[in-house]
């Protein structure tokens, strides 16, 4: 592969993964209700995810993978704490 379509092709997913972001963000603001709220939060870190790993490619780093990896790992506890507080009002039983 040339190194001026990898280039081009990291640009486009860097853009489009912003703009998910953007989305994201609105909805997290501009959300009807919390269960709006959460699930755009879950959007939001999946696309932060995807531009670490786009930013990894990009440097040629191993850091922005694992820190990717952190990020997906938390991301999934705080969402499914959030699900739990939102059905019994409660995380801690």
Not at 27 to 33: A, D, E, L, T, Y
Not at 50 to 65: A, D, E, H, P, Q
């Amino acid at each position: 592969m040339s190194i001026a379509i990898l280039h081009w092709c990291l640009l486009v997913g860097h853009l489009l993964t912003g703009l998910a972001m953007l989305a994201a963000t609105y909805r997290m603001v501009r959300g009807p209700r919390a269960q709006d709220r959460i699930l755009a939060l879950d959007a939001f870190y999946v696309a932060a995810m995807l531009m670490l790993i786009l930013f990894g490619i990009r440097v040629g780093s191993n850091i922005y993978f694992e820190v990717a990896l952190l990020i997906g790992v938390l991301s999934f506890v705080g969402t499914v704490a959030l699900a739990k507080f939102l059905m019994r009002g409660e995380v801690i039983e």
